[in-house]
């Protein structure tokens, strides 16, 4: 437990389920389970949802730890949010808890199927309910898919939505292995969500 994380039961007894999950290995989807669980507080009022564990992640035990991770901290900080908030003010978690190992051609890391994702999803939802955090930042198509259904990320990014008194930021995956940013076009609109959050900070008072 990090430095003033005050202890919460009801999260405290979620995290430790998700350490002791074998579900799908059990089903044979993995060939080993290292579930990462613990990925903020109950206080955090922001939520960050990824996809899976990368390979940095499964080895360092803490959600974001490579590429992705860099590329969200460097966008909070262009949308006004302090040094830190990342690491210390977000939740960080993700649809599944384990790293699903490299994709078959050997192109960036296999996409969890779906009998995966409806193993994981109660966490999530159990996640969601603890927290209520009035801001989820979804990074990458699948989260996007799992909360607003399946878009382009032309079609979803730069916009906000509000479901359920709650607003979710869809923003494309900050991977080494993509390559949408590549296009000026869709770097324009990362710009514009980068503004858009910037407006939610201030009318959340998230900083």
Not at 5 to 30: K, M, N
Request: net charge positive; charged share 25%; with cysteine.
């Amino acid at each position: 437990m990090g430095t003033g994380e005050v202890p919460h039961p009801g999260l405290d007894v979620l995290h430790a389920r998700i350490l002791a999950c074998r579900a799908c290995h059990e089903a044979g989807y993995l060939e080993r389970a290292n579930p990462i669980s613990r990925g903020g507080r109950i206080g955090d009022r922001v939520m960050i949802v990824g996809q899976a564990p990368g390979p940095v992640t499964d080895r360092k035990g803490y959600h974001f730890a490579g590429p992705a991770g860099k590329g969200i901290e460097t966008l909070l900080g262009r949308a006004g949010f302090p040094p830190g908030f990342f690491r210390q003010r977000c939740y960080l978690t993700s649809l599944t808890r384990c790293f699903p190992g490299k994709a078959p051609g050997g192109h960036g890391d296999r996409r969890p199927s779906p009998p995966e994702l409806r193993l994981c999803r109660p966490f999530l939802d159990e996640e969601l309910a603890l927290l209520d955090p009035p801001l989820v930042l979804l990074i990458g198509q699948m989260a996007i898919a799992a909360f607003l259904g399946k878009h382009r990320l032309e079609e979803v990014v730069g916009n906000v939505f509000e479901r359920d008194a709650r607003f979710y930021v869809p923003l494309p995956h900050f991977s080494g292995v993509s390559r949408w940013l590549n296009d000026p076009a869709h770097r324009a609109l990362v710009d514009r969500a980068i503004e858009r959050l910037s407006g939610l900070g201030d009318r959340l008072r998230l900083t």
